[in-house]
C-alpha cells in the first residue's frame, strides 16, 4: 500500500512551481515509490500568488505565513523556495517542527546559515535534501563514475563554467537578488554554489582557492511593484547593486588536481552555459548542461592527437531510464527537479539520505566562503572543513 506524504511548498515564484511539477510527476516516474506526496498548503507573502497557487496546482489551503506550516500536524515534507534571506529562520524552524525539507541553494546568506539549518536538520532526526539539480544528470553522474574507474587516468585538471544572461541587460531591476541583506552574495550563491558542488561531486574535495570577483553592472533601477523573475524596471529610482556579478577562482583540490571555476551572471550572448571539462592523464570528459544528455568523452594511449567521442546517455546511467527508454531520447532540466524529489522522498521513507544533502551545502558553503575571503584579500585561502 502506497502511504501519502502531506507536503507543503514555501516560496511560490519559479522554483516553488517547478518544486510543485516535480511531486506531481512522482507516481508517473516512480510507481513504486512507497510515499506519494499530496499537497497540504502552499504560502506565499505576495497577494493572491497562493490562492492563484493552490486553484491552479491543487493544493488544499493557502496562506501568506509560513508559520502556519510549521505548526500544521498535516504537513510533514516541506520544499522552501523562498528568496534566500528566508532559507535559515524558515529551514531551522520546519526541522524542529519535525518536518523534513527540500531547501534550495544557496541554504542561507553564508556558510554560517547554512550550518545553521543542518544542524537543525541533524539535531532533530529528520531528512533534509538541497537543489543542486545539475548533479543529477545522467550524464554527469556517468562522467563520475568513470573519472572514480580511473577512465581517464589520473585527473589533473578541471575547468567549471557558469555563464549567464539573465541580468545582463542594464534595465534588470533592483530586486533581492542584488542586495546583501536579502540577497547575500550574488552569481557566488546563484550559480557558482552549484559549480562548487559539481566540483566536489566529481573530483572530490576542494582545499584552498583564490579569487576574483567585480561587478560590471553598478546600479540598477528600483521596481515599482511586486516582481517575478528577472523583471525589468525602466526609469526606476536608481539604487546600488551591492553584491558581484563576476567571479573568477583558481582551485586546488586535496587529490592534488588543479581547477578553475568561473560564473558570471551579466554575460551577453550566454544563456546557461553550464559545464565542465575534466581532463586526466589518460583522457578527457566534456559536459555542456545544453546538450545534457552527452558527454564528450576522449580514452585511450594515443595522449596525442586523440580523438574525442560523443556519448549520449541512455538507461545504465543515473536515473535515466525513469524518463526515457533508449539514449538519446532528450530529457529537461524539470527532469532533474523529479529526480530530486524522487530521492527526497526516497530518503524520508527509508531514512536514509539519498541524493545532495545538508552536508552538501556546508561543504559549497565552506567553498564560497574562502571565495569571498580570497576575493578581498587577494591570497590563497584554505577553505576547511565547513
Request: hydrophobic share 40%; with cysteine.
Amino acid at each position: 500500500m502506497v502511504d501519502a506524504l502531506g507536503v507543503a511548498v514555501v516560496g511560490f515564484g519559479w522554483m516553488g512551481r517547478v518544486h510543485t511539477r516535480a511531486y506531481a510527476r512522482l507516481p508517473h516516474h516512480y510507481p513504486g515509490l512507497p510515499l506519494r506526496p499530496r499537497l497540504v498548503t502552499v504560502a506565499e507573502e505576495v497577494p493572491g500568488r497562493a490562492e492563484e497557487a493552490a486553484g491552479r496546482f491543487g493544493f488544499a489551503r493557502s496562506t501568506r505565513d509560513w508559520r502556519e506550516v510549521a505548526a500544521d500536524p498535516r504537513v510533514q515534507a516541506v520544499s522552501i523556495t523562498a528568496p534566500n534571506f528566508l532559507h535559515r529562520e524558515i529551514g531551522v524552524a520546519m526541522a524542529e517542527a519535525g518536518k523534513h525539507i527540500w531547501i534550495e541553494k544557496p541554504v542561507g546568506l553564508t556558510g554560517e546559515d547554512t550550518r545553521a539549518v543542518a544542524d537543525a536538520v541533524a539535531r532533530s532526526g529528520v531528512q533534509g535534501a538541497v537543489g543542486f539539480n545539475y548533479r543529477n544528470a545522467p550524464a554527469v553522474e556517468a562522467a563520475r563514475e568513470l573519472l572514480a574507474s580511473g577512465g581517464i587516468g589520473t585527473v589533473t585538471h578541471v575547468r567549471i563554467r557558469l555563464f549567464s544572461d539573465y541580468a545582463a541587460h542594464p534595465e534588470t531591476a533592483l530586486t533581492w537578488r542584488y542586495e546583501r541583506e536579502r540577497g547575500g552574495s550574488g552569481v557566488l550563491g546563484d550559480l557558482a554554489s552549484h559549480g562548487a558542488d559539481l566540483a566536489r561531486f566529481l573530483l572530490g574535495d576542494i582545499a584552498s582557492v583564490t579569487a576574483d570577483t567585480a561587478v560590471f553592472v553598478p546600479e540598477r533601477a528600483r521596481p515599482a511593484g511586486v516582481t517575478a523573475g528577472h523583471a525589468r524596471a525602466p526609469g526606476g529610482e536608481p539604487g546600488r547593486v551591492e553584491n558581484e556579478d563576476y567571479a573568477g577562482c583558481l582551485l586546488r583540490f586535496a587529490s592534488g588536481a588543479r581547477g578553475v571555476l568561473e560564473a558570471c551572471r551579466v554575460s551577453v550572448g550566454e544563456q546557461n552555459n553550464y559545464g565542465f571539462e575534466v581532463h586526466g592523464t589518460r583522457g578527457a570528459v566534456f559536459w555542456d548542461f545544453r546538450r545534457m544528455n552527452e558527454l564528450g568523452v576522449s580514452r585511450g594511449t594515443a595522449y596525442q592527437d586523440q580523438p574525442v567521442s560523443t556519448v549520449h546517455v541512455g538507461p545504465g546511467a543515473g536515473e535515466y531510464a525513469a524518463f526515457q527508454p533508449g539514449a538519446a531520447n532528450a530529457m529537461g532540466f524539470d527532469d532533474l527537479k523529479v529526480i530530486e524529489a524522487y530521492r527526497f522522498l526516497r530518503s524520508v521513507a527509508e531514512g536514509t539520505p539519498y541524493g545532495a544533502t545538508l552536508r552538501d551545502a556546508v561543504c559549497s558553503a565552506a567553498v564560497l566562503d574562502a571565495i569571498t575571503r580570497s576575493a578581498r584579500s587577494g591570497s590563497w585561502v584554505d577553505v576547511g572543513a565547513g
